[in-house]
């Protein structure tokens, strides 16, 4: 653990024995997950579990923080490598997290060369929120002027027609596949800056043709962390 200047615990780690046993024998995939101030001291929940070769899974640590910056994270990174250094283990070969970016930055410091996938729910929320206020931005600017119903109305239509188009994509099992969404977002601008930033540049870590050539065990989403997060709370 460690203490602030008022001898406060601002960072708190869990690791039980069974744990340190299960992760020495199946180390090779790591699932992060944050809990956001659930608990009565406000504090950040980072849940940690592997995946057994019987696909059951299993704690591997809990990290209570004060905060979700990146020395934090670092904190956590510091204190893992601790373990499988002691265990002698190879790094991780994939961790699975959502889309911190303090959380990543700490798995480049780390382990540079593990596998990085993103959780493919949170990328396509992301998407949905950010896509829905760029159909809405290009409706209101349109001339002549629409009415709050046609606004509501033509972006519904443009969102439910990006998203037909948006899960095909992310489930590409070619490269030319993943292209198509590239080229249907050309006319859109704002569209494209951003998809250019969330999806091209991350494709690597949320695209099926990309994360198929890495040992993942098929977890692209987070519910195995929070179904163990579940456990603990109760």
């Known amino acids: ?73 670092l904190w956590i990174f510091r204190h893992l490598k601790m373990v499988y250094d002691q265990l002698y283990l190879l790094p991780p070969v994939t961790i699975v997290t959502d ?14 060369f593990t596998n990085h996938i993103l959780c493919l729910w949170y990328i396509i929320k992301n998407v949905q929120l950010h896509t829905k206020q760029i159909f809405r931005a290009e409706a209101l600017i349109t001339r002549p002027p629409l009415s709050w119903k046609q606004v509501t109305e033509r972006v519904r239509e443009q969102w439910n027609s990006f998203l037909e188009s948006c899960y095909p994509v992310l489930n590409a099992q070619t ?21 250019s930033d969330e999806l091209l540049l991350k494709k690597a870590k949320i695209v099926q043709y990309w994360t198929n050539n890495v040992l993942y065990f098929g977890t692209i989403v987070m519910s195995r962390g929070e179904a163990t997060y579940s456990s603990l709370k109760s």
């Open 1 to 73: 653990n460690k203490h602030d200047e008022n001898r406060r615990i601002i960072r708190l780690l869990f690791l039980h024995k069974s744990s340190i046993d299960m992760l020495w024998r199946h180390s090779e995939i790591l699932i992060m997950v944050c809990i956001y101030k659930t608990n009565r001291f406000r504090l950040l929940l980072v849940n940690t579990v592997g995946i057994a070769s019987i696909n059951r899974t299993f704690t591997v640590g809990s990290y209570f923080l004060s905060d979700e910056g990146e020395s934090s994270m």
């Open 99 to 112: 889309g911190d970016e303090a959380l990543q930055n700490a798995i480049c410091s780390f382990y540079p």
């Open 175 to 195: 490269e030319e596949s993943f292209n198509k969404l590239r080229n249907q977002s050309r006319s859109k601008p704002l569209l494209m800056d951003y998809l």
